[in-house]
Nanobody, 125 residues
Framework: VQLVESGGGLVQAGDSLKLACAAS??????VAWFRQAPGQEREFVAAIRWNGGRPTYPQSVKGRFTISGDNRKNTVYLQINNLKPEDTALYYC?????????????????????WGQGTQVTVSS
C-alpha cells in the first residue's frame, strides 16, 4: 500500500484544515491518522474502518477532528477545526491491511503496517 498525505500548511489559530490521504495498492481495512510534534511521541488522532464501526478519536481531539473516507477515490480525509498551536505536528496516515474484529482498538500503531511520509501542519498563535 502506498499512502500520500496532502493538505498541510501554515495556518493561524482558529483556522481549519482538511488533510487528505490517498491510498493505492493492497486493500486496507482501516486507516488512521497519527501526529508527531518535535520532541514528542507519536500520537493517535483518528481512525476509520472500511468494514463498519464508528470512527474513533482520542478524547483530546473529539469535537474538532473528523475523519471520513471516499471509497471511490481510495482517499481518507481528516478535517481539523479550530486549530490550536498545540496541533502543530507532522501528520501521518497509516493503513491496516489485516481484517480485524470491530472490537480491536484502532489506536494501536502496531496494527498499521503501511505509513505515509506525512504532511506538516503548523499553527501560529
Amino acid at each position: 500500500v502506498q499512502l500520500v498525505e496532502s493538505g498541510g500548511g501554515l495556518v493561524q489559530a482558529g483556522d481549519s484544515l482538511k488533510l487528505a490521504c490517498a491510498a493505492s495498492g493492497q486493500t486496507s481495512y482501516a486507516v488512521a491518522w497519527f501526529r508527531q510534534a518535535p520532541g514528542q511521541e507519536r500520537e493517535f488522532v483518528a481512525a476509520i474502518r472500511w468494514n463498519g464501526g464508528r470512527p474513533t478519536y482520542p478524547q483530546s481531539v473529539k469535537g474538532r477532528f473528523t475523519i471520513s473516507g471516499d471509497n471511490r477515490k481510495n482517499t481518507v480525509y481528516l478535517q481539523i477545526n479550530n486549530l490550536k498551536p498545540e496541533d502543530t505536528a507532522l501528520y501521518y496516515c497509516a493503513a491496516d491491511v489485516t481484517r480485524r474484529p470491530l472490537t480491536v482498538d484502532t489506536s494501536l500503531s502496531g496494527n498499521y503496517l503501511y505509513w505515509g511520509q506525512g504532511t506538516q501542519v503548523t499553527v501560529s498563535s
